[in-house]
């Protein structure tokens, strides 16, 4: 299944130097793995050691990199070579694996008041209720469930396990039990978006919850109902998202991270790990907070001052004041 | 599918007024997205400008209410309308969607020694397994999966890939090694209990897991072995209870918190989002404990000083030892 | 389905003393809960109150604990109880669920191309895709999907759920829009793995994720691309670990930790709850970090200066500086 580097230039572009067009690719590795039969990638200037080591046949790096890279072998001079490298993994599925074909598995439970665009690949043990519709060109791989009347665009990947369209989480409080509000809004998923194994996206309670194009979502997440996230938005995975939250656009949001309800994340916003969101972020940046880590006995010892620490604040001002005091030759009282 | 407002009345009680009750309502939607034909409500008296701006055509409203409702339009008064609210769901869902018959799809693999009530609906690719039982009108979405000898209630709603029954996470160490201890305990679940997608509730040890009446699960819950959960707690998406923790009656645990094992909360605890409770709670209250969020650039700032917290109260209390020898004419050794 | 005491130290070894060899044995219980046809355990020498108070008919203890046990009844003394007790749960199913055998069941879908053990159990509607291989004596239990190409060792356990081999999160950022990277490795599972509920783990971008022997994963578990977790490593519910972490052997992590990518986890590493892991850890131990837990009030007052803490610091030193000068009958500037 190899491909030549001329073969590899000629569907995506770039300039090959230093190597013969007829050379033979077995596949794809990183600088230190990479073989003399594979193509590596220099993502980043940072690397540039790993490339002077490398045993790859050729080398994808940037026009900044093209004189050190020739100086170790071929090389094939890109834009962006982290792109490239992208777009060459693609070329590497498609040869390697056929594009997969329309078609509903003969295993999945498709309802008949449901559309499934003929382009579209349903795989097995899916399930597809009562008026929901799955768009050209998406995959659903397997054990997907679509609940009724949830909407999913054109060219997705809805990996295995993913349920979108179950109830969102809405009860009222009477006598202190809890009375069911039935969701009654569905979820509407646009184009190009990409949802990871296990994730859960529920239904609107009167509205639809939304994912516009271009979204990622990885595994394990949990979209609440009513929640908009915006396009080309990427969530690691774990991630919690409650009920009627708006992600702009543009924005990430880091493993394990919490996003709480009712909030507004403006575009360009972006969540480490493990963060919990408390209110609406109106600029762009970078947000954090977690508690870092530490060995356990020191961890141990500043949790237990850490209750302490507004305490700790009223000590440091008495000390203030009382050595203001002292410095004006009052006897602090 | 439009229902009258006398419909509704009939059906839920409260008092139209200044409406008439052949007025046609298309569907329930919040105040600011209520349109001409819409029911509305106003869960809180802090959203009465929205109240006022509606264009719904009719609001259901608490009797405080009443007057500032009238001068806008049509009102239902009822004593609770977020619970009023949550019954016209109720009411508008079986207007539309009948409500499901009892019966087992074809595709679902029920062993024949499960016992699933006639009411109880099992969906599509579900299985359940030898000895498990299913109460009367309980409705298993699609792809649940309820091990052998878990007993699910009466009028239970479980969503798609949800997993009753696995084996709880038990290891003897022995030598570097596990052991696998088997898991002979069951799952027990009690009447009226909804369970979110893709949550798991692991089978016990030598007892069984057991989660009492009314209890409300959201989605990717995990629910350690022989943890038991008492009548009508609510738990949002992505919690995590270790093994053997009791929780009480009408707690509820915010999404993302995790409870450490063998531990016991009173009932009536309250668990904010994405807290780790790592010591019983005997009182009834509200409990908190997560990093505060902030930009970047602060939070490293401040998680860097959070490591030496304890060294900066040891500094404090040697400069108050200090200031006070010097106080008292002395000078500090 | 009991057992007599004399066949479970037949089978199990240790030795039975103070107690009949034809005592029969109903199941098998905690001290607690133990009643009189019943086999207990006692795990540590803390619990020996509860030892004396057991009405079980016989409790495995440890040597030193024999002379205490003899004092109440019948005991198996062995060297380590918490070991025989996990075996005596082996014994116990063995004798009540007879093991089950190897074979697919007929709602399953098993590509052609993928390679099951005869041994090997393949439980309802399970979906194993081309090039996958099921080794020896291993058992999916239900609902679980094994990706191409990807591998499972001998004696695995997998619960219902899982998925193994999904896409790997991996796109090239490219002018606000995201490329995806194909995921053009697989996954690798050793023996004696275990895998709980709806656990994912991806396949990795250009080489193997990689899990090694005797593994136990728990329930709702993210395992990111390109991962290596090695062997007789245990991690509790809801952890995620993102791409090309190293988890080395013997480490445990708790429930809802959270390790980021491209980080390195020495043997002998052991992570609490609700960590997040965001440096390389090269010595064993027990590491920490998540914030305590306290009444909401508190919390609050202390999170809202825990924002402060940097300038509190700076306080700190202003005032030692402050006091020094004054010390030195300097007037401070």
Redesign the interface.
């Known amino acids: 299944m190899s491909l030549l580097l001329g073969q590899i230039v000629d569907a995506l572009g770039g300039a090959l130097e230093g190597g013969a067009r007829d050379t033979p690719i077995a ?4 600088l230190d ?1 990479a073989g003399p039969g594979d193509l590596s990638f220099l993502s980043h200037p940072r690397y540039r050691q790993q490339l002077a080591a490398s045993r790859a046949a050729c080398v994808i790096v940037a026009p900044a990199m093209r004189e050190l890279a020739l100086a170790r072998g071929a090389c094939i001079v890109a834009h ?1 070579p ?2 490239y ?3 060459a ?2 070329l ?2 498609a040869r390697n ?1 056929p594009a997969p074909r329309g078609g509903v ?1 003969a ?1 999945a ?1 498709v309802d008949p008041g449901a559309q499934v665009h003929p382009s579209a690949r349903i ?3 899916c ?1 597809i ?1 009562r008026g929901a519709q799955v768009g050209a060109d998406s995959w659903l ?3 997907v ?1 679509v ?2 009347d949830c909407r999913i665009g054109a060219r997705c ?1 809805v ?3 993913v ?1 979108i369209g ?2 969102g ?6 006598q ?9 809004g569905a979820v509407c998923i646009g184009d190009d978006v ?1 949802i ?3 994730t ?1 996206i ?1 239904r609107g ?3 639809d919850t939304v994912v516009e194009d ?1 979204v ?1 979502l ?3 997440i ?1 979209i ?1 109902h009513n929640v908009r996230i915006g396009r ?1 938005s ?1 969530f ?3 991630v ?1 998202v ?1 009920g009627s939250a708006r992600v702009g656009a ?1 924005c990430t949001v880091g ?2 991270a ?1 996003v ?1 309800g009712h909030l507004e994340l403006a575009d360009g916003v972006h969540i ?8 609406s972020l109106t600029r762009p ?12 006995a ?13 305490r ?2 009223e ?2 001002k008495a ?2 004041q ?2 203001q005091g ?2 004006n030759g009052r ?2 009282r």
Chains 1, 2, 3 share one sequence.
Request: aromatic share 8%; glycine share 12%.
């Open positions: 596949r794809i590795a990183s793995a962006d982290y792109v490298y992208a777009r993994t693609q590497w599925r694996a598995h295993s439970v795989g097995p043990l399930v209720e791989k397997s054990r469930t609940g009724e990947i990996h295995s396990g349920v179950a109830d989480f809405g009860f009222a409080p009477e202190g039990q809890w009375v069911k509000i039935e969701q009654l990409e990871g194994a296990n859960c529920d309670a009167l509205q271009g990622k990885d595994n394990l949990q609440g080309h990427a690691a995975g774990c919690g409650a543009h493993g394990g919490v709480l480490s790990a493990a963060t919990v969101v408390t209110r940046g970078q947000y954090t907070g977690f508690f870092p880590i530490d060995d356990n020191r961890w141990e010892r500043n949790a237990a001052t850490l209750k302490q620490l507004h700790l604040r000590r440091i000390l203030e009382t050595l002292s410095m006897t602090p």
